[in-house]
């Protein structure tokens, strides 16, 4: 839909539509703020992923990646 007209603010302005600039994400800039983001976000994977691997030993799954690495080592080599 496109709407040309003078009065675009008026016709197309809803209430509360964006979202407050308070609650959004901001990306850091300084480079220890980066750093410091990615330690957090990598602390955070490894903790999910201790709490999914320790449900897949409670399940008796195993590990995917372990059995078929070398599967696919030998398929791509003789490619």
């Known amino acids: 839909m496109i ?3 003078t009065d675009t ?3 197309l302005n809803l209430p509360n539509f964006w979202p407050d ?3 959004l994400n ?3 800039k300084d480079p220890v703020e980066i750093k410091a983001e990615i330690a957090r976000l990598k602390a955070q ?3 999910r992923r201790k709490v999914l691997e320790e ?3 409670e399940l008796g799954i195993t590990s995917p990646a372990s059995s078929s690495s070398s599967d696919d080592n030998s398929t791509s080599s003789s490619a």
């Open 3 to 5: 709407y040309v007209g």
């Open 9 to 11: 603010h008026e016709k």
């Open 21 to 23: 600039p308070n609650r």
């Open 26 to 28: 901001i990306p850091p």
């Open 45 to 47: 994977r490894l903790e």
């Open 55 to 57: 449900r897949a030993k």
